[in-house]
Structures are given as structure tokens and as C-alpha cells.
């Protein structure tokens, strides 16, 4: 079992970092199909909630509260829910909320594990890591597909 | 007097990325999402440098820096090149003979970024 003083670093890194995982996800979330094809979306439009998220995650992650990573704190799924409605008002699906996270997991990833690689040399601490970032992330994902489910309900829409 | 720097990319957010970056390291900063602009605009702004994307429509990147490059009075302005294709960067930029213009591959770093930016021209 690893310890919970890898999660404090994660979030101390993803603190630290922040601007730049940012900047990196911006550069690969334009590349993707659904944002290519919106010439006319602006940097912050494009950044949606993903700052307020990754601060989110990052206190989660410095609190060590995760006894349910499945089950994100209300201000995690908040983010992840005011994301999933900005995408929504631009004409975005699902898939593409889905994927900007998707997205987020692997700049969250590149940011910690190298530097944690070499603060943390017991497999387990880094094992203990990956699993709770991606559980976290699992139930950000889980979370934003329900209320992207519930707004399309609300609103009638179809094809999802 | 503060560094001019001109930013040409055809995707608008990572043009205003890159803006936000820079002018807050100082430097007096503007961006051009229009390759076809992008000559004009710089001579009019006459920058210390342009950042320049490769893959664009109407005019590419390499089209841009001939353009540079043939203009006498525009041959002091540095230019970093942006792109996420950099083995072919690198194979185009040597048969254009301009082996000293840098390469900064997408998705940068934002301290690759400034560190090339601060390398090619110094402080703001």
C-alpha cells in the first residue's frame, strides 16, 4: 500500500505546473476534430473550466480524502459539470467533453510522474498514485457523463 | 524600448496563448491568425522576432520566411519556427539553407518557449 504523502506531492507539482499543463492541453485539445472545425472559439472559450478543474483535483489530491476516488468531492464535479456545460452551449457532444478530459489525464500524468519517479522510489507510492489519479479522473468522467445526460434531457436534445 | 515580437498561427487559442505568455514576460506582442496577412503585418509592426506556425492554409510557414527572407530590410528579424511536424522542419529549413532559424515543437512547455524566445533575443 502506498503512502498518501505521494498524493500531497502530486498535488504540490500540479500547483506548481499548472500554467503549463494548461498551455500543454490547449496546443493538443485545438489539434482534436471538434475544436478544429470552431475557427471562431477564443483561447478562454476554449479553456472552458479546465483551470478551475485542475485546481479542484489538486486540493482533492493535498487532502488525501480519498477513500472514494470513484466519488469526486461536490467542487470536483462541479468543475467537471461547469466544463461539460460550456462545451454543451458551444455545440460540442459528449465524446468531446469526454475527450478534453481524456486529454487532461495525460498532461496530469507527464506533469507528476517523472518528478515523482525520482522523489518516490518505492513501486508502491507510484503504483498508489496512478491508481487514485485514474479513479479520480474515472469518476470526473462518470460524473460529467451523467450531468451532460441530465442538461440533454432537460433540454430535448438528441443524438447523444 | 520594449521587444516586438509578431505571433503567426492560424488557430486563434494558440495564438492568444502565446500572446498571454509573452506579454506577460514584458514584451509588446501581436498576433496574426491570416498567413496571407502575415507579411504585411509584420512589416508594418517591425518586430525583433516572429513566431511563426507552419501548417497553414492559404500561405504555409515556409512561404512566410522566403517572403522574409527576400525583403532586405526585413533580413534582421529572427524567427522561431512552431510546428508539430519537426522532422520536417528540420528537412525543409536545411534545403532553405536557414539551418540557424530554431524549431520549437508543439506542444511546447511554456519554459522551452520563453527559454528560446529570451536565447534569440535577449530580454524584453
Given amino acids: 500500500m502506498g503512502s498518501k504523502a505521494i498524493l500531497r506531492d502530486a498535488a504540490r507539482i500540479l500547483d506548481r505546473d499548472q500554467r503549463n499543463i494548461i498551455s500543454r492541453w490547449t496546443q493538443r485539445v485545438v489539434k482534436t476534430e471538434a475544436v478544429r472545425s470552431r475557427q471562431d472559439l477564443h483561447l478562454q472559450e476554449v479553456l472552458g473550466a479546465i483551470p478551475l478543474l485542475l485546481t479542484a483535483l489538486a486540493g482533492w489530491l493535498r487532502k488525501g480524502d480519498f477513500d472514494e476516488p470513484l466519488n469526486p468531492p461536490e467542487d470536483v464535479r462541479l468543475k467537471a459539470r461547469t466544463h461539460a456545460e460550456i462545451r454543451l452551449e458551444h455545440g460540442f457532444h459528449l465524446a468531446d467533453v469526454l475527450a478534453d478530459f481524456q486529454l487532461l489525464r495525460g498532461e496530469i500524468w507527464r506533469a507528476v510522474c517523472v518528478e515523482l519517479y525520482e522523489m518516490h522510489s518505492n513501486p508502491d507510492d507510484i503504483l498508489f498514485l496512478g491508481q487514485q489519479l485514474n479513479y479520480a479522473l474515472d469518476g470526473v468522467l462518470a460524473a460529467t457523463a451523467e450531468a451532460c445526460c441530465e442538461l440533454s434531457r432537460r433540454k430535448g436534445r438528441a443524438g447523444w | ?124
Fill in chain 2, 1 to 124: 524600448m520594449v521587444k516586438r515580437i509578431v505571433v503567426v498561427d492560424d488557430e486563434q487559442p494558440i495564438a492568444e496563448l502565446i500572446v498571454q505568455l509573452l506579454e506577460f514576460e514584458g514584451f509588446a506582442v501581436e498576433h496574426c491568425t491570416d498567413s496571407a496577412q502575415a507579411y504585411r503585418q509584420i512589416k508594418e509592426f517591425a518586430p525583433h522576432l516572429v513566431i511563426l506556425d507552419l501548417m497553414m492554409p492559404n500561405l504555409d510557414g515556409w512561404a512566410v520566411l522566403e517572403q522574409l527572407q527576400k525583403d532586405h530590410a526585413m533580413r534582421q528579424v529572427r524567427v522561431i519556427i512552431c510546428t508539430a511536424f519537426g522532422q520536417e522542419a528540420f528537412r525543409r529549413k536545411k534545403s532553405l539553407n536557414r539551418l540557424d532559424v530554431p524549431v520549437l515543437l508543439k506542444p511546447f512547455d511554456i519554459e522551452d518557449l520563453l527559454r528560446m524566445v529570451h536565447k534569440t533575443i535577449g530580454s524584453p
